[in-house]
């Protein structure tokens, strides 16, 4: 219990100079920018102050107006999105009518090089799968 107590105040005690908010900038003789919390002996430096929060409270950057470009482009994409989800609905009120014909008619014919032929109960029980395969991947 020692320990952790001792532990527990180092730590605090260290912590104290990190919340200082001063920082020191400086340029060595090569010409490197240092910065650091303590300035150096005999060169010259800057204080630079750090912008202080409330106690808690996250840095938070102001809000930007957004781009009108990117508000264009945000209008592209809802438009798109709008034309999309309706040629989905079409599809799928099409979609439901053809199966139910398929579901109710056990005599259906198609058209075929300019000639109509009547479907087999095979192809008719086909089509009915095909279609509600269908809706069932792009209907809700």
């Known amino acids: 219990m020692r ?3 001792m532990t527990t105040g180092l730590l605090l005690a260290m912590s104290l100079p990190c919340q200082a908010g001063q920082i020191y900038k400086w340029v060595d003789a090569q010409g490197v920018t240092h910065f650091d919390a303590q300035p150096p002996q005999g060169v010259a430096s800057t204080a630079i102050s750090l912008p202080k929060n409330p106690k808690g409270a996250p840095h938070t950057p102001p809000p930007d107006k957004p781009d009108n470009q990117q508000q264009v482009m945000n ?11 309706a040629e989905r609905r079409r599809f799928c009120t099409q979609a439901r009518a053809s199966l139910a014909q398929l579901q109710n008619n056990p005599r259906l014919s198609e058209n075929i090089e300019g000639g109509v032929r ?12 095909e279609t509600q395969k269908a809706i069932d991947n792009h209907c809700r």
């Not at 009547?118 to 799968?129: G, S, Y």
Request: proline share 0%.
């Open 118 to 129: 009547r479907l087999t109960e095979e192809q008719r029980q086909q089509r009915i799968l």
């Open 75 to 85: 209008n592209q994409a809802k438009q798109q999105l709008a034309r999309q989800e």
């Open 3 to 5: 320990t952790f107590a």
